[in-house]
């Protein structure tokens, strides 16, 4: 079974560009979260969407929005990029939008490493 | 302040040693996952826990929901060990998310 897998894995823009990434989650898992990584420090939470509702939404600008599809993947799209948006992007998907219960299981993607010059 | 904090941010170890890497947070959570990053980015949840401990091989994870305090620790380190772990909390309510710490830097030297 695949795991949790994100396109593209490296890309380039530059600034003022729109950039779309994606996530597909491993089959049965319902919920896909997003997380902004830059270099040096942990993950930030930016969005997680479960059954194709937005359950949560982190301290990032409208320039941030994501959405979910009937078949569980996702995309998170950021417009008019700045240089500080460069991060590794992680996607993580659960089977259930709680995230504490008997099953759960958090997996990650490998990532979208996203520069912006 | 951050909501969490992780200590020590750069750990070198000797292969064999005992390792212990500690996670403070300041939120309400309703449970804490430890996480590994290998270089290149790739995370892995090793423990999801929200009372006690958890032991996986030689991992061990502990939780004090009410002293706001976890640690992680790893009994006969090894070379393969050596990964940044992170102490991610789940804040408690509706919108549960996920809160990461900075991460430990591991290495363990052969």
């Known amino acids: 079974d695949a795991g949790v897998t994100q396109s593209p894995t490296h890309l380039i823009k530059t600034r003022g560009q729109h950039v779309t990434l994606r996530c597909s989650p491993i089959s049965g898992h319902k919920s896909v979260s997003w997380y902004q990584q830059v270099l040096g420090q942990g993950p930030q939470f930016i969005f997680q969407y479960y059954e194709k509702e937005e359950r949560g939404r982190g301290n990032f600008p409208d320039r941030f929005s994501a959405r979910q599809f009937p078949n569980y993947s996702s995309e998170l799209n950021v417009n008019a990029l700045l240089l500080g948006d460069s991060a590794l992007y992680l996607c993580a998907s659960s089977p259930t939008g709680r995230a504490v219960s008997g099953a759960n299981v958090l997996t990650f993607g490998a990532g979208s490493r996203l520069t912006v010059l | 302040k951050n909501e969490v904090e992780q200590s020590p941010q750069n750990l070198t170890a000797q292969e064999g040693e005992f390792i212990t890497i500690n996670c403070s947070y300041s939120v309400g959570i309703s449970a804490l996952h430890w996480l590994q990053q290998h270089p290149g980015g790739g995370i892995v949840s090793l423990f999801m826990?929200?009372?006690g401990k958890k032991k996986h091989g030689r991992l061990i994870a502990t939780i004090n929901i009410q002293e706001k305090h976890s640690s992680l620790h790893i009994t006969a380190s090894h070379p393969r060990d050596s990964a940044v772990y992170i102490c991610a909390p789940i804040t408690q309510g509706g919108s549960e998310k996920l809160v990461f710490g900075k991460g430990t830097k591991l290495t363990v030297n052969p």
């Open positions: 826990l929200s009372s």
